[in-house]
């Protein structure tokens, strides 16, 4: 199993910044780490994932681009999402996700971290 910890959630005001580090510890390989999140009254979505190989791929939901930065530190086996220019439909629990090596990076997370709550006011 994995261990996914989530940390740095809070409040920010809109244009604001914040920065969220997720870190994995565990026994299963993983290719992956990455962030996902949920609005009240919404579907969860894809925020931003990377993979952990020396030369790491990335992909961002349509809403972050440009505003929002994953980045990963794999000796630490920690991913970081620098979230810039918040805006408050940024709002919403932010969930650490992961998939198991030789699983499809890009697709739905086996493993899931307990959330951390992203709360932007305007």
């Known amino acids: 199993q994995v261990h996914l910890v989530e940390s740095g959630g809070g409040l920010a005001q809109a244009g604001g910044s914040l920065r969220l580090s997720c870190a994995s510890s565990?026994?299963?390989?993983?290719?992956?780490l990455g962030w996902y999140r949920q609005a009240p009254g919404k579907q969860r979505e894809l925020v931003a994932k990377i993979t952990t190989i020396s030369t790491p791929s990335r992909i961002y939901g349509d809403s972050v681009k440009d505003r929002f930065t994953i980045s990963i530190n794999s000796a630490k086996n920690t991913a970081y999402l620098q979230m810039n220019n918040l805006k408050p439909d940024d709002t919403g629990v932010y969930y650490c996700a992961a998939n198991r090596r030789g699983n499809n990076w890009t697709g739905e997370p086996d493993m899931w971290g307990q959330g951390t709550q992203v709360t932007v006011s305007s």
């Open positions: 565990g026994r299963v390989a993983i290719n992956n």
